[in-house]
C-alpha cells in the first residue's frame, strides 16, 4: 500500500472496520512510515479527545427522556410537511430550554 491508499482508510483502521488483511497491511505500512505513522497518531489522538469530550458531558436530568416522550406524544398528528417544522420548533425549544438561545 501506498501512502495515499493508507491515508484513505486511517478513519476505518482506527475505527476497527477493515478486515483483518487489510488492517495488517495498513500496521505494516505504519511501522515502516514516518509519516502515515504521524498522521495516524494524529488522527488517534484527536479520536480520543473527541471520545472523553463526549463521554464527560452531563448527562440529561433523570425522567428528562421520559418527560420529552410524553410530550411528544401528546402532540396532535401532524400531516407530513409539517412535521419537520413541528420537530425542528421542538428543538429549538428544547435548546434553548436546556442550552440556551442560538448563537447564530
Known amino acids: 500500500m501506498d501512502c495515499q491508499e493508507v491515508k484513505s482508510v486511517l478513519n476505518p483502521h482506527l475505527d476497527g472496520e ?7 497491511a495498513i500496521a505494516a505500512h505504519l511501522s515502516a512510515c514516518d509519516g502515515c ?8 489522538l484527536v479520536s480520543t479527545l473527541i471520545r472523553t469530550e463526549l463521554t464527560a458531558r452531563e448527562t440529561a436530568a433523570p425522567g428528562l427522556v421520559a418527560k420529552v416522550m410524553r410530550a ?7 400531516a407530513p ?3 419537520a417544522s413541528l420537530r425542528r420548533t421542538a428543538w429549538r425549544r428544547l435548546r434553548r430550554r436546556w442550552i440556551g438561545p442560538s448563537t447564530r
Open 37 to 44: 505513522r504521524r498522521s495516524y497518531e494524529e488522527l488517534r
Open 18 to 24: 477493515l478486515s483483518h488483511a487489510d488492517a495488517a
Open 72 to 78: 411528544i406524544a401528546e402532540l396532535p398528528p401532524a
Open 81 to 83: 410537511s409539517e412535521r
